[in-house]
Antibody, heavy 120, light 110 residues
Framework: QITLKESGPTLVKPTQTLTLTCTFSGFSLSTNGVGVGWIRQPPGKALEWLALIYWDDDQLYSPSLKSRLTVTRDTSKNQVVLTMTNMDPVDTATYYCAHRRVGAMIFDYWGQGALVTVSS | QSVLTQPPSVSAAPGQKVTISCAGSSSHIGNNYVSWYQQFPGTAPKLLIY???KRPSGIPDRFSGSKSGTSATLGITGLQTGDEADYYC???????????FGTGTRVTVL
């Protein structure tokens, strides 16, 4: 059974760096083909894909946010960490991590989401 | 910011059918598989359809997907009040090397 859960601060100030952790179980990020993605959703708005990290540590980023994002993995802890710099109020959103199906760009299991508010 | 266009809302009476369109281009829908996600208010999205028309285990066959050219469609037959949710299409954009979601569609059961 695959589960994921996001954790991190609920409130960050403008210009600060956000660090979110995705802790997962039911799969290993060392297994060939596995990936974990990050997706966010501002209140009342659509989903936006942010980043993806693969089993081989290859990373993909949204072109529009690439300069601000870093995603890393800790296979021993079954965790993936998303870092977003220079936070702005427009970055207020629920941030989700999700399991990418092996060999396909499909997000088949999602975490419950973590609401992050950016405000001074 | 979404590159995939969906109607903001669709509605129908219980038992009826609704279809949701997802319009894109050759850089994404035209050359990649499409997934659909269902999201109830305050909850995480859930995979509903993948590879254009396949249903994960546990998804009833009232939900169907199709793709033609640069557009995809989600169909819901035998509409139930429990189907009231937001629905998003998603696919890979080969030119951007980025995953893209649709603008989202709210389904309302009248």
């Amino acid at each position: 059974q695959i589960t994921l859960k996001e954790s991190g601060p609920t409130l960050v100030k403008p210009t600060q760096t956000l660090t979110l952790t995705c802790t997962f179980s039911g799969f290993s990020l060392s297994t060939n083909g596995v990936g974990v993605g990050w997706i966010r959703q501002p209140p009342g708005k659509a989903l936006e894909w942010l980043a993806l990290i693969y089993w081989d540590d290859d990373q993909l980023y949204s072109p529009s946010l690439k300069s601000r994002l870093t995603v890393t993995r800790d296979t021993s802890k079954n965790q993936v960490v998303l870092t977003m710099t220079n936070m702005d109020p427009v970055d207020t959103a629920t941030y989700y991590c999700a399991h990418r199906r092996v060999g396909a760009m499909i997000f088949d299991y999602w975490g419950q989401g973590a609401l992050v508010t950016v405000s001074s | 910011q979404s590159v995939l266009t969906q109607p903001p809302s669709v509605s129908a009476a219980p038992g009826q059918k609704v279809t949701i369109s997802c319009a894109g281009s050759s850089s994404h829908i035209g050359n990649n598989y499409v997934s659909w996600y269902q999201q109830f208010p305050g909850t995480a999205p859930k995979l509903l359809i993948y590879d254009n028309n396949k249903r994960p285990s546990g998804i009833p066959d009232r939900f169907s997907g199709s793709k033609s050219g640069t557009s995809a469609t989600l169909g819901i037959t035998g509409l139930q009040t429990g189907d009231e949710a937001d629905y998003y299409c998603g696919t890979w954009d080969s030119s951007l090397s980025s995953y893209v979601f649709g603008t989202g569609t709210r389904v309302t059961v009248l």
